[in-house]
Structure formats: structure tokens, C-alpha cells
């Protein structure tokens, strides 16, 4: 059986990720409703939805955070809920919301996830994305001394220490100037390609989300209200980019018949 | 268990153990704090300890006996404090949760926890012993091996109430921070860290008796003033450290289990 599930993922016949009626009620408030979808592996989606949406309610339950009411998620096959031990070695989560330590220098810092993760070669590891996510003079400094820009670098490079194959990711580059979170987003696209890596990303950024994203699920009161590519969206709704199309269905706007 | 998934165990804790270190380095006030207490703790105890000796017959029967005393019940405070107030560490840095994104047991942050609680009452235990032999001429090390005895239940106890006080701040949030401080104190009367059980009011004299310390305590009271070492004391303090342990971890499991519930792992901080 696990044999033919390995093989099974290999040939890329088996969804990466696999959300199956999710729901999360706090009392009677419900911040995640049936909320099913699959990513296949090594594909990019994105979440949107406004503020309250339950975009991070369901980035949490996915990672094993937050215990949901109802449902399942499976991830490389591994039920979530029983035995997120397995698979969250094999993934890794970035958000501008969660800190790291302000006191460790970048270098300490990611010595100490990097332990975390089981890494062989902690340095070399620290080395190469250092280069790649231009850290490398910020290596002996304080995090708490650095430029959010700089934070969120240094985060994204906490979030790829383990080459993760599944990488959820909370706003990847807010804070990050034009041309760094363009830098940042052509080392994602790169990373994804070479490992063939399943991103999920929450976003507010359209433009990051049209570049980056082969899908996009449309959240709303914590239900998915709508799911397709970028340019099946814009043309679904009549619009001429996404987001406009994130407006409208922030609006409630019917979908165009 | 395959060898390399046995041997991930240790490493995260490992790591856990040198994100500590770092801190540690990068603050020199927190390495004073550490001694800070304990040495203050020692000339106190050390001149009273001084004055009553010339003052009382009970006291002249050993000399050392507060200052004894006042050592041991630094192991308890420290061991409770190392273990809560490194879990704050990780509140302070609202680290929570790129901690549990990652493969790191709950039971491995306890473990990491545990272990670095030893280490700092080691540390800061160790220097108020060292000013002990040298501004008093007394060595807590000449109780000998039943010294062991005596440490490992008071540190066991100290890591149990530590683990509860997580458990809180889990539960409620930081605001139970101050507890963390002051909660050791209420333990302080009912364990006769420098008086016999024996003097409570009778109806509490069996509440003192459900605590490991006041076993520690009246265990060294025995060793100091009969040279007797009483392991019946020492048996006493282990049972009840055992029911402390499965309190404290039952507490902490299940403040985990809630805030995995509640969603407070990716909020939590100041």
C-alpha cells in the first residue's frame, strides 16, 4: 500500500493537497464552511479573500496549528488532524505575522531551525540561501535590527532551510520594496521549478498572485466561492484584471450569467 | 522507529537547547540574573544563619542549617523559574509558532525545557554554593550523597510546578506571567524550608505532608542536625513527585490540545 501510494506520487497521480469539507466554528461564529479543494503537486495556488475570509484559519489548520471542527486534510497523503508529525518535515510555512527571535543573529537564528528540521548541513544549507535570498551581510547582524524588508527575506530564507515540498506561505512579500519582492518572487518561481515544489499562498497582492499562481481560490465568509486561473477568472466576471475580480466578489456581486 | 527518526529527537531538543544559548549570550543581564538571586538569597541567609547561631541552642546544633536551607529552596525556585520563564522566552518572541510549523513534540519543548531549567539552577545554585564556603566555611557538599536525593526531588518538583505554570499561560495568556513570580512563595510556609513541620497548626500539618519539599526539607533538617539520612523522607518526597508530574503533564497536554483548539499557538505573544 505505501509502496503503491509513493508510486503513485511520483507520477504526480495523487493531489499534494487535499482539503475535504473543512470546517471551523468558534461558538457559533463560523470562520471555515465545507471549505474542499486539491492542489496537485508541484503547482502554485493562491487563497484570496478580504479580511476575515478565513484565509489564515485555513493556512493554520493546514499546518497542524489550529484543530478543526469538521473534516479532513490530507497533505502528500498524510492525514493532517491523526499524524501532522509525518509530513511537517516536508514543509515549511512563512508569514510576516509570525516572528523570529530578535535578539539571534540571522545566522543563529537559522542554525537553531535548521536543528529544528533535522538538517545534516546546517551551514552549507545556511550558505547557499543566503546567497540566493541576498542575506549573506546580514548573516552576523540581530534580527531585531533589520528593515522589515530585510525580516521578511530572512523569513522567506527560514521557510525554504528544509527544501520543503510543500511551502504555505501568509503574504510572502509584504513589507518587501517593488524590486525586492520581484527578486523574492522570481527565487520562489525558481525553487518551485527546480524541486518541483506545491506552493499555497495567501495574498493580497494581485499582481503576485497573477504572476506566480497556475489557480486561485476565492474565499468569502470563510467559504471557497470561486476557484479558477487568473485569466479564467477575469474573463468569468467580465473584468480586466484580478484584482477587480477580488472587488467584486468582495462586493457579493453575482457572478455575470 | 528507524535510527535516524530516533536520533531527530535529541537534535530538535538540541536545537531548542542552542536557541537558549544564543539568548544567553547575546545578554549579559540575563546571565546576571541568573547568579544574581541566589547570591543575594546566600549573604542574607549566611549573616542570619550567623546571628541566630549565637542565639539559639537549636540552631548551634548545626551550623549551616539556613544557609542549607536557603540553598535547597533555591533549587526548587529555580528549577520552577527555568522551566516557565524560557517558555516566555518563546512568548516574548511570539515564536510559538514557527515553533510547532516545524517537526518539534510538545513533549520535546517540555524536555528542552527540563533540561535547560537543570542547567541554569546548576549554574545558579552552583555560585551561591561557592560563596557559601568562601564567606562562611560552609559546604552544602559535605551532606554527601543524600545531597542528590535531596536535589533531584526538589528540582523534579520545581520542573512539575514549572510545567503547570506553561500550561497556564497556554491556557490564559500572558497575563498569567506574575504568577510565574510569586507562585513558588505559597508552597514557601507549607514546606518548612527553616522550621520543622512539626511547628504548623495541626490540621495543616497534613497538607505540608502531601508536598515532596516538606519531605526535602525535614530529610535535611535529619541529615544536618541527627547525621541521619532518612530514606523514608526521600521516598515520601519521590512518590508525591510522581503525582506532581502526571498533574503537571496532564495540564500541559491538554492547555496544548486547547489552544490548538482555540487557534492561540499563531497569536500568542505580548
Known amino acids: 500500500m505505501i509502496i503503491a501510494t509513493r508510486q503513485a506520487h511520483r507520477a504526480g497521480t495523487l493531489s499534494a493537497i487535499e482539503v475535504l469539507h473543512l470546517q471551523k466554528n468558534y461558538g457559533d461564529i463560523i470562520a471555515v464552511d465545507q471549505l474542499s479543494f486539491s492542489i496537485p503537486r508541484g503547482k502554485t495556488y493562491a487563497l484570496l479573500g478580504g479580511n476575515g475570509a478565513g484565509k489564515t484559519t485555513t493556512l493554520s489548520m493546514m499546518l497542524g496549528l489550529l484543530l478543526p471542527t469538521s473534516g479532513t486534510i490530507r497533505i502528500l497523503g498524510i492525514d493532517m488532524i491523526k499524524d501532522r508529525f509525518k509530513a511537517l518535515p516536508r ?26 528540521y533535522g538538517l545534516k548541513n546546517v551551514k552549507r544549507r545556511i550558505t547557499v540561501l543566503a546567497e540566493e535570498y541576498h542575506l549573506t551581510p546580514l ?8 528593515s522589515q524588508g530585510q525580516k521578511t527575506r530572512v523569513s522567506l530564507a527560514k521557510s525554504l532551510l528544509n527544501e520543503p515540498e510543500i511551502l504555505l506561505m501568509d503574504e510572502p512579500t509584504a513589507a518587501l520594496d517593488p524590486y525586492t519582492a520581484d527578486q523574492v518572487r522570481t527565487a520562489l518561481k525558481a525553487y518551485q521549478e527546480r524541486l518541483g ?8 497582492n494581485m499582481q503576485e498572485v497573477e504572476r506566480l499562481c497556475e489557480k486561485v481560490l476565492m474565499m468569502k465568509k470563510g467559504r471557497l466561492v470561486d476557484q479558477g486561473s487568473p485569466a479564467e477568472l477575469i474573463t468569468r466576471y467580465g473584468e480586466q484584471n484580478l484584482e477587480d475580480v477580488f472587488i467584486q466578489i468582495a462586493k457579493g456581486t453575482e457572478l455575470p450569467q | 522507529m528507524s535510527a535516524s527518526s530516533f536520533w531527530s529527537s535529541p537534535r530538535r531538543i538540541g536545537a531548542m537547547i542552542m536557541r537558549y544559548r544564543f539568548l544567553m549570550m547575546a545578554s549579559w543581564p540575563r546571565l546576571l540574573e541568573l547568579a544574581y538571586w541566589p547570591t543575594i538569597q546566600m549573604i542574607l541567609w549566611g549573616l542570619i544563619n550567623r546571628f541566630m547561631v549565637t542565639q539559639s541552642d537549636w540552631m548551634a546544633q548545626s551550623a549551616g542549617l539556613l544557609i542549607a536551607a536557603a540553598l535547597l529552596w533555591d533549587v526548587l525556585y529555580r528549577a520552577q523559574l527555568g522551566v516557565s520563564l524560557v517558555f516566555f522566552e518563546e512568548m516574548y518572541a511570539r515564536n510559538l509558532g514557527n515553533l510547532f510549523v516545524s517537526p518539534l513534540r510538545p513533549y520535546e519543548l517540555a524536555l528542552s525545557l527540563l533540561t535547560i531549567s537543570l542547567l541554569r539552577t546548576l549554574f545558579g545554585v552552583g555560585v ?11 559546604s552544602i557538599f559535605d551532606m554527601g550523597l543524600p545531597l542528590i536525593a535531596l536535589f533531584i526531588n526538589l528540582l523534579i518538583m520545581g520542573w512539575a510546578i514549572g510545567l503547570m505554570i506553561v500550561a497556564m499561560v497556554l491556557r490564559f495568556g500572558l497575563g498569567m506571567e506574575g504568577f510565574a513570580w510569586a507562585v513558588i ?12 513541620i512539626s511547628i504548623l497548626p495541626e490540621w495543616l500539618q497534613p497538607v505540608a505532608q502531601l508536598l515532596p519539599s516538606s519531605h526535602v526539607f525535614e530529610g535535611m533538617r535529619l541529615i544536618m542536625n541527627e547525621h541521619v539520612f532518612s530514606i ?20 500541559y497536554s491538554f492547555a496544548f490540545y486547547s489552544a490548538r483548539q482555540r487557534g492561540l499557538l499563531l497569536q500568542m505573544g505580548e
Open chain 1, 139 to 146: 548573516l552576523k547582524r540581530r534580527y531585531g535590527s533589520l
Open chain 2, 128 to 138: 551561591a554554593a561557592g560563596l557559601a564556603i568562601g564567606l562562611y566555611h560552609y
Open chain 1, 91 to 116: 514543509m515549511n510555512f512563512t508569514s510576516p505575522y509570525v516572528d523570529i527571535p530578535h535578539r539571534l543573529t540571522v545566522e543563529q537564528n537559522l542554525r537553531v531551525y535548521g536543528g529544528l
Open chain 2, 232 to 251: 523514608t523522607h526521600v521516598i515520601a518526597a519521590a512518590e508525591r513527585n510522581v503525582v506532581f508530574m502526571i498533574i503537571a503533564l496532564s495540564l
Open chain 2, 185 to 196: 512563595f505559597a508552597f514557601a510556609p507549607l514546606s518548612g524550608v527553616y522550621y520543622p
Open chain 1, 197 to 204: 515544489a506545491t506552493i499555497l499562498l495567501a495574498s493580497h
